[in-house]
């Protein structure tokens, strides 16, 4: 039931893209998007909800398809602080579940 | 803006005893989740209250219990401490109206000796 995710690990430089997936078994109600630094707490980014409704980061971007259970977190031209653990959560109106994870570390 | 308050932020038991866990939801939120988290893992859900009521539960041990009181805290229990315990503890709270995401408390970090 947990969320799948992929990459498990990435390292990009300064000014890169990234495209971080997530795949569900579940129909799913909403989709969360969090990053994570280590030690301290997830951080909210993004929800995309059944029906197409966003809300969340300008800078951060997302796509939800509803038919495949499936979303894609965009993160484009990355910065130093975009490192950390993200990890996508999905509500399938009953319950909720972490992704995976996918470490994504950006270098000068 | 008002965050998720959690307390202590640090503790340190010992195996077999208990530890109890608070957790001060944004104001306005109706829900309230925790969340454990071990060293280099996903946060795992254990349970959830909405408007005070146990809404949902996940991989939480019988030894552990928690409730929300009426004035939307929440407080985690655990008792019989064992070394496999040792983790960050994270309680969230959410509006479940506005339909946005979860805010995360800065967690408890647990150590049983």
């Known amino acids: 039931q947990q969320p799948v995710q992929s990459p498990q690990a990435v390292i990009l430089r300064e000014g890169e893209d990234a495209v971080i997936n997530c795949s569900s078994s579940?129909?799913?109600?909403?989709v969360h998007w969090y990053r994570q630094k280590h030690g301290e707490a997830p951080v909210f980014l993004m929800i995309?909800?059944?029906?197409?409704e966003q809300k969340g980061h300008e800078k951060i971007s997302a796509s939800f398809n509803e038919k495949k259970q499936q979303s894609s977190l965009y993160l484009t031209a990355s910065q130093l602080s975009y490192s950390g653990t993200y990890f996508c959560?999905?509500?399938?109106?009953?319950?909720?579940?972490f992704g995976t994870g996918t470490s994504l570390t950006v270098i000068p | 803006a008002a965050g998720v308050i959690q307390s202590p932020r640090h503790l340190i038991k010992e195996k077999r005893e208990t530890a109890t866990l608070k957790c001060y939801p944004i104001?306005?939120?109706?829900?309230v989740y925790w969340y454990q988290q071990g060293p280099g893992q996903d946060p795992q859900f254990l349970i959830s209250f909405y408007e005070k009521m146990q809404s949902d539960k996940g991989s939480i041990p019988d030894r552990f219990s928690a409730q929300q009181f009426s004035d939307y805290h929440s407080e985690l229990n655990m008792s019989s401490l064992e070394l496999g315990d040792s983790a960050l503890y994270f309680c969230a709270s959410s509006n479940t109206r506005d339909r946005d995401g979860y805010t995360f408390g800065s967690g408890t970090r647990l150590t049983v000796v």
């Open positions: 959560g999905t509500d399938t109106g009953n319950q909720f579940y």
């Open positions: 104001p306005r939120h109706d829900t």
């Open positions: 995309l909800l059944k029906g197409g």
């Open positions: 579940k129909a799913l109600y909403s």
